[in-house]
């Protein structure tokens, strides 16, 4: 089957730094993404990971272990803007076509 | 310009009526797809398509139909509306089949 885990809510504090955990199990796996959805908005692309290891974008970074299905969001100097859900979605092969499968998202909460 | 274009925004409407939401990108992508999001912000996908033909199609009833009369539009017509239909349903679209994926802004689907 395929599940994918994230906590549902998180605070923290503006200036600081946050991690959002994500585990997953697919038959499938093909790589792994992270949206930001603001409320009332449309999810927008943050990251994409299909090997091992860190990749890293401005304050954003998107880590990745395939051995493990684990995957988590780091945060760095955190700004009131970061509020929002975080979405973790993993590219599953299924047949000859991909989809990709989202987990209900981590609202993030920071505060001043 | 809108990448990503969904009509109507909001659409309240009464149980048993027929409606529609239209969806272009003007990305040259060659896949769209359909997803609904609930009111637990689970993001669930309905429909794919890639080049005008339908590649996924979830477990979603009958009364859903989508409709891609170019590769630049992707439809979704709903018969017998139910009081369940009741989410946010983005549009999005992708270069190839399962890559990166740009949402529309949503269409709020209210049924009364």
């Known amino acids: 089957g395929q599940n994918i885990d994230q906590p549902t809510e998180m605070t923290a504090t503006e200036g600081a730094i946050v991690q959002i955990n994500c585990t997953y199990q697919?038959?499938?796996?093909?790589?792994l993404f992270w949206y930001q959805q603001h409320a009332g908005e449309a999810p927008t692309f943050l990251s994409y990971?299909?090997?091992?290891g860190l990749e890293e974008k401005g304050r954003f970074s998107s880590f990745l272990s395939r051995s493990k299905g684990y995957s988590y969001l780091l945060l760095k100097e955190l700004q009131m803007k970061d509020s929002a859900s975080y979405l973790c979605?993993?590219?599953?092969?299924?047949?000859?076509?991909?989809?990709?499968?989202f987990g209900s998202g981590t609202r993030l909460l920071v505060r001043p | 310009d809108t990448a990503v274009s969904q009509t109507p925004k909001y659409l309240v409407t009464q149980m048993g009526n027929d409606k529609s939401i239209k969806c272009e990108q003007n990305?040259?992508?060659?896949?769209m797809y359909w997803y609904k999001q609930d009111s637990k912000k689970f993001l669930k996908i309905m429909f794919s398509?890639?080049?005008?033909?339908?590649?996924i199609n979830e477990t979603v009833p009958n009364r859903f139909s989508p409709k891609s009369p170019d590769k630049a539009h992707l439809n979704l017509h709903i018969n017998s509306l139910e009081l369940g239909d009741s989410a946010v349903y983005f549009c999005?679209?992708?270069?190839?089949?399962?890559?990166?994926?740009?949402f529309g802004q949503g269409t709020r689907l209210t049924v009364v």
């Open positions: 990305l040259g992508h060659d896949t």
């Open positions: 990971n299909v090997l091992d």
């Open positions: 999005a679209s992708s270069q190839q089949h399962g890559t990166e994926a740009f």
């Open positions: 398509y890639n080049n005008k033909e339908l590649i």
């Open positions: 697919t038959s499938g796996f093909n790589g």
């Open positions: 979605a993993v590219r599953d092969r299924a047949d000859s076509s991909y989809k990709l499968i």
